[in-house]
């Protein structure tokens, strides 16, 4: 099975701290994706990644940026949190672009980030 | 841009009848189509995927529909227990460059009451 860890369940920050929230998969995915989760708003896409060093911005990507060294670390970072960012922040991966255009994508359970 | 409606915030129904839960989407015309659960709490979780191509998809209980002229995706739920209560959601997925990304609706959250 594939197994999507984001490093912190639940996290608080201080408005304007530069924050970083992880995420590893295990299994060779060549895409990841970062969402955020807001009641009533669904997921929205930030960033996905098609390969290591590659990235490609979502539909919020303003006041986020990514980091993707390795193929299986996946990182978000808040550049200056502003409370508005508190929300449910989700990372996926899926196989690969070259072999289907069609794979699900597998989440991890997400972060709950608080900016106070 | 695309735009993914589903049915109803919240759906209740009694432990025993058939779920149907509907997704409508408007300006694309996706490749595929996607089903997922999620508990609270929980990332979602994929359950079923079906092809434009492709009519109806099944997996025990479930069943997907999906229909290009309507621009519409039934997923039903046939002998409903307490333990389907979750969100569901649907999600689009294309072609060309961004290949892998997928568009996802709000979700409708089923609970289903003994």
């Known amino acids: 099975d594939v197994k999507v860890t984001q490093s912190s369940r639940y996290l608080v920050k201080r408005t304007g701290e530069k924050v970083f929230l992880e995420c590893v998969q295990d299994m060779d995915h060549e895409n990841m994706f970062w969402y955020r989760q807001d009641p009533g708003l669904g997921l929205r896409l930030i960033y996905f990644s098609y390969d290591v060093k590659m990235k490609e911005k979502g539909d919020i990507p303003e006041g986020y940026s990514v980091s993707r060294e390795k193929k299986e670390r996946f990182s978000l970072i808040l550049e200056s949190a502003s409370t508005n960012q508190t929300s449910m922040y989700l990372c996926?991966?899926?196989?690969?672009?070259?072999?289907?255009?069609?794979?699900?994508?597998?989440f991890g359970d997400g972060t709950r980030l608080s900016i106070l | 841009s695309q735009k993914i409606e589903q049915n109803s915030e919240a759906l209740n129904i009694q432990e025993g009848k058939t779920a149907t839960l509907t997704c409508n989407y408007t300006?694309?015309?996706?490749?595929?189509l996607q089903w997922y659960r999620q508990d609270p709490g929980r990332g979602p979780v994929f359950l079923l995927l079906?092809?434009?191509?492709?009519k109806e998809k099944r997996k025990e209980r479930l069943k997907v529909t999906f229909d290009t002229t309507l621009k519409q995706s039934l997923f039903h739920i046939t002998a409903s227990q307490p333990a389907d209560s979750a969100t569901y959601l649907c999600a689009l997925g294309g072609r060309g460059s961004t290949l892998g990304r997928l568009y996802f609706g709000r979700g409708t959250q089923l609970t289903v009451w003994p």
């Open positions: 996926a991966s899926s196989l690969g672009r070259v072999l289907s255009s069609n794979q699900p994508q597998h």
């Open positions: 079906i092809r434009e191509n492709e």
């Open positions: 300006n694309y015309s996706p490749a595929y």
